[in-house]
């Protein structure tokens, strides 16, 4: 499917207006964040793409820091949109990213940097899903889990890894995992976490597939998120903001953090948690983060305002978290549109400039948790997504 320019820009304009909801000028919507169900504990089919009709952006991101030094961020994407006559469904796509820590990486050609990434179509059964389980299947490769243990095979000419993710802290989401944008509350994110797993498993990379492949063992730790909108990314969130801190005493360190466009009035939700082994310390909704150091990263027409530090206070009743993150350090700068169909991408490009930052850091925590103080430093790693 050839899409023009003009056709394309055309689409995604009835796209939007088909998807966002209507709103007075002279007061924006609400932003209504979790709430408390009282249900059972999150299990893998939770995790499971939605089956519906209607439009879906979801992705299944992993974030690996092996013991060699490299950290890895793999993604896998399932799509579906329509608006009115216009439709793609069931599109999907993976993406990888293997780079040596330390060393900037905003383009293809960085030496020991190795990138991946492929499409499939659905319609055409290039991937499917379960519906009794949570397993995906694209072609040869595969995201499967029980719970508890996820495998994860991602093969590509220039990476090939196959892992096994052992949780060691329960799959979390904050209240229901849903947050509810507008006056009817029909526009939604879900969001889901794998907070903390032990990896194993192999990998291969090579420059083309005409160098032979060497495998590899690998270890190391990581941590993922299942993110699913029933709209564009774009139409819900200005920027998001993710922290990890995953010490090797078993402290963990967590926070994501959503910043709504005009349409909502740039409100925030966002969550922290603090866990030590399986034990969740504290959770809070009740989030701020203040910007400290902002530097404009100008890609093309966007300019995007790229946190290299900040602070965040997060508070439950009595507790308080109190979190310094500074000396940005840029792993990596990727567009989201390099994981999506090229039919979808072809819609999307001619309005939207969407740009991924990965930034590893220095925090400094203080930790007020059930009247006890302590304070904590390290090495942490932050995430920012520009869906604009």
């Not at 196959?162 to 060691?168: F, I, R």
């Not at 993922?224 to 090797?248: K, N």
């Amino acid at each position: 499917m050839n899409v023009s320019r003009r056709s394309a820009r055309c689409l995604l304009l009835l796209c939007m207006g088909a998807l966002s909801p209507a709103r007075s000028e002279a007061q924006a919507e609400p932003v209504r964040g979790w709430v408390e169900t009282g249900s059972l504990p999150l299990v893998a089919t939770d995790l499971a793409p939605w089956g519906g009709e209607g439009t879906s952006f979801e992705s299944y991101d992993f974030w690996v820091w092996l013991d060699d030094g490299r950290y890895m961020k793999l993604q896998f994407v399932v799509t579906s949109m329509r608006a009115g006559f216009f439709k793609i469904e069931r599109q999907g796509s993976l993406k990888a990213v293997v780079a040596p820590i330390g060393q900037s990486t905003t383009d293809d050609t960085t030496e020991g940097v190795f990138r991946a990434r492929r499409g499939f179509s659905g319609q055409d059964g290039e991937w499917s899903a379960s519906d009794d389980s949570f397993n995906l299947v694209f072609d040869d490769c595969y995201l499967r889990g029980d719970g508890r243990t996820f495998h994860l095979a991602l093969l590509d000419d220039r990476v090939k890894t196959e892992l096994e993710l052992t949780l060691s802290q329960p799959l979390w989401q904050a209240g229901d995992g849903v947050t509810r944008f507008g006056w009817d509350g029909e526009t939604t994110m879900t969001e889901q976490i794998l907070p903390r797993f032990a990896v194993t498993g192999r990998l291969s990379t090579r420059l083309s597939k005409s160098e032979p492949e060497q495998w590899h063992p690998v270890t190391g730790r990581g941590y993922a998120e299942h993110r699913r909108t029933s709209a564009f990314p774009s139409s819900v969130g200005e920027r998001w903001a993710s922290f990890r801190a995953l010490r090797e005493d078993g402290l963990t360190i967590e926070m994501n953090h959503l910043q709504t466009p005009d349409t909502y009035g740039h409100a925030t939700v966002g969550w922290l948690t603090v866990r030590l082994g399986e034990e969740l310390l504290f959770a809070s909704r009740d989030v701020v983060l203040k910007p400290v150091d902002v530097r404009n990263e100008a890609i093309e027409t966007s300019n995007y305002p790229v946190l290299y530090g900040y602070r965040v206070l997060a508070r439950d009743g009595a507790d308080e978290v109190e979190l310094t993150v500074t000396d940005g350090q840029l792993e990596l700068r990727d567009s989201p549109l390099a994981s999506v169909s090229p039919v979808l991408r072809a819609v999307l490009a001619s309005a939207l400039a969407p740009m991924d930052y990965e930034l590893s850091n220095r925090y400094e925590a203080r930790l007020r948790i059930g009247g006890s103080i302590a304070a904590v430093a390290g090495a942490g790693w932050t995430t920012l997504s520009y869906p604009k």
